[in-house]
């Protein structure tokens, strides 16, 4: 099995920052793409940025900018700077990652539990 726990969110005015880790942990070969999602209340969740185990990135355009993603393979661990945060930043921050086990050739994604990001005006 995997886990997957982040830790970072919190709450922040307009303007500021926030940095997001997410640590992955268990029976884990390599690990492919690491993802950040958000959910807002009411809203279905969006990809929020993106990156390969080679480095490339991509990242919503709401996004673009102000947020940066990034990940240390030796630590298992993918990263969001988030700068100039918005209200409208305000969401669940959930992330994924495509993980191979020792026993399998194949990806499996999984899931944090989410944590939670709230800019005030």
């Known amino acids: 099995q995997v886990q997957l726990v982040e830790s970072g969110g919190g709450l922040v005015q307009a303007g500021g920052s926030l940095r997001l880790s997410c640590a992955a942990s268990?029976?884990?070969?390599?690990?492919?793409?690491m993802r950040w999602y958000r959910q807002a209340p009411g809203k279905q969740r969006e990809l929020v940025a993106a990156i390969t185990s080679g480095g490339s990135t991509n990242y919503a355009d709401s996004v673009k900018g102000r947020f940066t993603i990034s990940r240390d393979n030796a630590k298992n661990t993918v990263y969001l700077q988030m700068n100039s945060l918005k209200p409208e930043d305000t969401a669940v921050y959930y992330c994924?990652?495509?993980?191979?086990?020792?026993?399998?050739?194949?990806?499996?994604?999984?899931w944090g539990q989410g944590t939670q990001v709230t800019v005030s005006s």
């Open positions: 268990g029976s884990i070969f390599s690990i492919n793409a």
């Open positions: 994924n990652a495509e993980t191979r086990p020792y026993y399998s050739d194949n990806y499996y994604p999984y």
